[in-house]
């Protein structure tokens, strides 16, 4: 299976990071990519940088809405899964999520980011609500996809029940700084996460300088045995296209032995 993550800047233009994404999913459709992937509030400038505002609600779309719209005929266009990242509105509540759209246009669900963080320039409690759909692993045309929404990746029960739930590939929409972590902790993060689940770990980043932020793009991913396999560009605007043989997920180490051997019950036992 053949994934794209777009790395692209955004600017206060919501309608014209809109039409670069769809560019952007065109690209990616014209090198044979059956998976195309965009990193956190891809459409939109990173608004957690400043606290919240009072009428935060206006800032946010609806899913289904415009955007899930347009994506969803592109996805048609080209038989192409899609991933996005948007700041939702529901009803009274805002969040951080990931629609899922099938090859046939279909949105199979959504995924919201459960672990809301809160420190400076990532004020994120005030704009998002905690995500309260799960973990879900979503049987797409292109493989068995599950998305961990930027702080979710450092919850390693979080990755467990991705993997659990049958997850070949996990897609995680970031928003990552210049030098925000020294010493490619993150990247070792996802390393670990995806020899320890059984998966690929394709992590799509935010890129661009914005009001307090550099976003750093360098998308990466992760294959089952731990080895980064591919990576983007320090700040630059690009559609990373790479084969992923989900029959090495299938055949893993963690699939065959880890997840075979675990003993749920005495970390229960451990917990009380």
Known sequence: MKIALIQQ???PDRAANRAHGMAAVEQAAAQGA???CFAELAFEPFYPQRQAPADVAALAEEIPGETTAAFSELARKHSMVLVLNLFEHDGEQ?????PVIDADGTILGKTRMVHVPDYDCFHERGYYALGDQGAPVYDTAAGKVGVAICYDRHFPEYTRALALAGAE???IPQAGAVDEWPDGLYEAEMRVAAFQNGYFTALCNRVGKEELLDFSGESFICDPNGCVVARAGLGTDEVLIH??????????HARRLFLRDRRPQEYAALSR
């Open 9 to 11: 800047h955004a600017t």
């Open 34 to 36: 059956q998976l195309a």
């Open 94 to 98: 805002t969040y951080d999520t990931s």
């Open 169 to 171: 590939v996990i897609v």
């Open 243 to 252: 084969d992923l043989d989900l029959q090495r997920a299938r055949d893993s």
